[in-house]
């Protein structure tokens, strides 16, 4: 999380706070069984003290500390990207992901900043083309574009055969399966 910047070390002189402004957000990890090595970290926003939560003042719209060794000292951590669960999630996500296409339209063409700001319901996008041909070129600007916000699209659906794809199941579902002009699998 720290390398990536998505927490940062609290400086010691913010350390010792007599104002009241500090907010422990209990938090826990996640691990998937299909994504060995990656630790998603899920955040208590509605936990509350004294009738006061995150949640409560957001509006709507491994050991990270010590690596277990007891006699290390502790270093505080603080967030520097956003907390999902909160209120304010969908509107923040549905911002910053309008934001990438604002940003990046002139690399990855108005289409797919088209279809990122316009037919995208948080994070479901649904878009109909004429074509195949258009339908990949779609996906694979829309998916470079979105991923220099952070963001990975997949999950592509089609009732096209000409998208050179395949069809199978999961969890009961049917998925049609996108062949990137890269050679990677979308879905």
Not at 52 to 63: A, F, I, N, R, Y
Request: charged share 25%.
């Amino acid at each position: 999380m720290v390398t990536h910047g998505y927490a940062e070390a609290v400086p010691a002189k913010e350390l010792a706070r007599v104002d009241g402004f500090v907010w422990y957000v209990p938090h826990h990890g996640v691990y998937h069984p299909k994504k060995p090595g990656k630790l998603r970290v899920v955040f208590d926003c509605s936990a509350s003290y004294k009738r006061e939560s995150l949640k409560s003042h957001l509006l709507q719209g491994s050991d990270l500390t010590n690596n277990g060794d007891m006699d290390k000292e502790v270093i505080e951590y603080r967030i520097a990207v956003h907390l999902f669960g909160a209120t304010s999630s969908p509107s923040v996500a549905i911002f910053t992901l309008m934001k990438t296409a604002e940003d990046n339209e002139l690399e990855f063409g108005s289409d797919a900043a088209k279809f990122v700001k316009n037919d995208f319901y948080v994070d479901v996008g649904l878009k109909s083309v004429p074509t195949a041909a258009e339908a990949l070129q779609l996906i694979n600007s829309s998916k470079a574009m979105c991923m220099k916000g952070g963001f990975k699209l997949h999950k592509f659906l089609s009732n096209s055969r000409d998208t050179g794809s395949h069809q199978s199941r999961r969890n009961g579902k049917k998925y049609q399966e996108f062949k990137s002009q890269q050679g990677l699998t979308a879905h």
